[in-house]
């Protein structure tokens, strides 16, 4: 029930709060709880689902709209374009402008 809750929660604020805590506090749980938790339910910690939740909906925004870097950056609060592209590029081993072009899904 907890997990359920939590993806709730995660799809409706993975743009603006990456922080375990902010999921936790809402579900009244322990970071550490919460993470341990999803770990066992999924696999993933909570920081690791936040950051693909973050790249499926770049990946959505690079392949299917024309929204520049910036603007999704922007829209995923990102401190600015530079740093949201690091964070891609990290994730995914790409850039975003590169991953644009390529063939990958």
């Excluded at 409706?12 to 770990?39: G, H, I, M, T």
């Excluded at 990102?78 to 790409?94: D, E, I, M, R, V």
């Amino acid at each position: 029930e907890y997990f359920g809750r939590f993806l709730q929660l995660l799809s409706e604020n993975f743009k603006k709060e990456r922080q375990v805590k902010f999921y936790a506090d809402k579900l009244c749980l322990s970071p550490k709880y919460l993470s341990a938790l999803s770990k066992s339910v999924c696999g993933y910690t909570v920081q690791e689902l936040v950051f693909r939740a973050i790249i499926r909906k770049s990946i959505f925004w690079l392949k299917n709209t024309n929204k520049s870097v910036q603007e999704i950056s922007d829209e995923l609060n990102f401190p600015n374009a530079s740093f949201f592209g690091t964070f891609f590029k990290k994730q995914t081993g790409l850039a975003p402008s590169h991953y644009r072009l390529s063939d990958e899904e």
